[in-house]
């Protein structure tokens, strides 16, 4: 997915890394809408899950979906998944979480989205982030309607 952002110029999305807990799930279970949502995007690019599964559920929660799940220990989250998106590749990755441990991969991705949900949302990934939402869903909106990133990252 290539998204002409003006004065930017053009953003190639092949990844999209997203946060389990507090962004895809609350209290370990995957909010509704999110697999609908997630099965429309990864025709459109590779969607990788990373978490350290703080609730135990998320194969069970994410089984039929087609995503890439990585599991983190539970030492030195943030430099595990910056780890993995440098891995990605971060030119062409765009990242979503809340959390302390999702700062360093909002910072560093094409496009950081920090979302303020349920959860909550540490204020560090949401000021480093690129953009801030509502929710997940809002989030994938914005993919799936690229006027909209357009429209919130034109300079």
């Known amino acids: 997915m290539t998204i002409e952002i003006p004065g930017t110029g053009p953003v190639e999305i092949k990844n999209m890394l997203l946060d389990y807990n507090g962004t895809l799930a609350i209290d370990g279970k995957l909010i509704p809408g999110v697999a609908e949502a997630v099965s ?37 989250q943030d430099q595990s998944k910056l780890d993995y998106l440098l891995k990605l590749g971060k030119d062409t990755t765009l990242s979503v979480g809340n959390g302390r441990n999702d700062t360093l991969i909002l910072r560093e991705s094409a496009i950081g989205i920090a979302l303020l949900q349920e959860e909550g949302a540490c204020v560090n990934a949401l000021m480093t982030a690129d953009i801030a939402c509502q929710s997940i869903l809002d989030a994938f909106a914005l993919l799936e309607n690229p006027g909209r990133l357009k429209a919130t990252l034109r300079n």
């Open 40 to 76: 429309r995007l990864s025709a459109e690019m590779d969607v990788h899950v990373i978490t350290a599964d703080t609730f135990g559920s998320v194969e069970r929660e994410l089984q039929n979906l087609n995503c890439t799940l990585v599991k983190i220990p539970e030492n030195n």
